[in-house]
């Protein structure tokens, strides 16, 4: 079993940044990826970045140029950045860590953005 333990959510206004924290009760190497995801309030929950084991990123596009994801295998540890924050990018943020044949979550630390 894994734990993933999120921080770093909170209230910012629009244009501010957040700093969101996921860390791992045990090494993040042997996943295949760690990915942060968000569930907006009515939507269903959406990939927002993602980065392999090997270090390639993915991005939504609504993140792309504003978010930065990034890993420290030595703390066992996943972080986004967020720039340029918006009110649509309020929402419930989830760490994800995929490994061969399950998916772990965190519980979710809430992001609100007010404009």
Same mark, same amino acid.
């Given at each position: &079993? !894994? &734990?993933? !333990?999120?921080?770093? /959510? /909170?209230?910012? &206004? =629009?244009?501010?940044?957040?700093?969101? $924290?996921? *860390?791992? @009760?045990?090494?993040?190497?042997?996943?295949? *990826?760690?990915?942060?995801?968000?569930? *907006?309030?009515?939507?269903?929950?959406?990939? !927002? #970045?993602?980065?392999? $084991?090997?270090?390639?990123?993915?991005?939504? *596009?609504?993140?792309?140029?504003?978010?930065?994801?990034?890993?420290?295998? #030595?703390?066992?540890? +996943?972080?986004?950045?967020?720039?340029?924050?918006?009110?649509?990018?309020? =929402?419930?943020?989830?760490?994800?860590?995929? #490994?061969?044949?399950? #998916?772990?979550?965190? &519980? /979710?630390?809430?992001?609100? +953005? @007010?404009?």
């Amino acid at each position: &079993q !894994v &734990q993933l !333990v999120e921080s770093g /959510g /909170g209230l910012v &206004q =629009a244009g501010g940044s957040l700093r969101l $924290s996921c *860390a791992a @009760s045990r090494s993040i190497f042997s996943f295949n *990826a760690m990915g942060w995801y968000r569930r *907006a309030p009515g939507k269903q929950r959406e990939l !927002v #970045a993602r980065i392999t $084991s090997g270090g390639s990123r993915n991005y939504a *596009a609504s993140a792309k140029g504003r978010f930065t994801i990034s890993r420290d295998n #030595a703390e066992n540890t +996943v972080y986004l950045q967020m720039d340029s924050l918006k009110p649509e990018d309020t =929402a419930i943020y989830y760490c994800n860590a995929d #490994a061969v044949s399950l #998916a772990y979550w965190g &519980q /979710g630390t809430q992001v609100t +953005v @007010s404009s």
